[in-house]
């Protein structure tokens, strides 16, 4: 596949069919990330992979739990939080396979100030966003359709608490992987002319 084509076809996708992915191409989409690009080389990111209904279900309730109690504290109410946590954990539940992305810091390099520090942990996350698009385009030119949930990130204990993690491990970013129900949404992105600011 030409890979402009595979940058510009590749969308969120949020409904699948129920067919199962294969091994081996949820290893082909791990070994995709793992080429991206890292600072020092150091690769901080790991992966875990879910595609077992019990676990998902599991996972998709413990996280709906909290975000349940942010949208309340945000002022939502009952009907429109019990509406949007039934599509999230629909979404979850109905992917054939799930891929957490993890954040993992261990191997970078240690600063003795706190600018440096966070320097290199903003590239680390830089980096796992170029892993995790490795494997949307892996997957797509697999003919697989993925999401992005973030929702990890605004639950981190609950997601190592269900998958038993290592708290080496930052959840980031949650992938639903699976065959397209239906093509995607295709919004309109910003010209090449509105998003460079000088060429000079
Ligand atoms: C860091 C990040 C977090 C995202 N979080 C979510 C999310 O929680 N739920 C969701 O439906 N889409 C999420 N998305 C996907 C964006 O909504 C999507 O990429 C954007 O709307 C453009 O649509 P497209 O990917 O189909 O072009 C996320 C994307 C990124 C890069």
């Not at 793992?34 to 209904?53: C, D, E, K, N, Y």
């Not at 054939?96 to 992305?101: D, G």
């Not at 290592?166 to 639903?176: G, K, R």
Request: hydrophobic content about 40%; glycine content about 4%; some cysteine.
């Amino acid at each position: 596949m030409d890979l402009m084509q595979a940058i510009r076809g590749q969308r969120s996708v949020r409904t699948f069919r129920p067919d199962a992915v294969s091994s081996a191409h949820l290893t082909t989409l791990i070994e995709a990330a793992g080429w991206a690009p890292s600072p020092h080389g150091r690769q901080p990111w790991r992966f875990v992979i879910l595609t077992q209904p019990d676990v998902k279900q599991h996972l998709a309730e413990a996280m709906g739990t909290t975000w349940r109690n942010h949208l309340a504290q945000d002022g939502q109410d009952a009907a429109s939080i019990e509406r949007r946590y039934q599509r999230s954990l629909q979404r979850i539940t109905q992917a054939p396979a799930i891929i957490i992305a993890c954040l993992y810091l261990d191997d970078l390099d240690s600063y003795p100030d706190p600018e440096r520090q966070a320097a290199e942990t903003t590239m680390a996350i830089q980096s796992l966003g170029c892993a995790i698009q490795n494997m949307l385009l892996a997957a797509y030119a697999l003919g697989l359709g993925t999401g992005w949930m973030c929702a990890p990130l605004f639950c981190p204990h609950e997601v190592r608490t269900t998958l038993n993690l290592h708290a080496s491990l930052h959840p980031h970013a949650l992938i639903p992987v699976g065959y397209p129900a239906h093509e995607p949404t295709r919004k309109s992105h910003l010209s090449v002319e509105a998003l460079v600011v000088e060429w000079k």
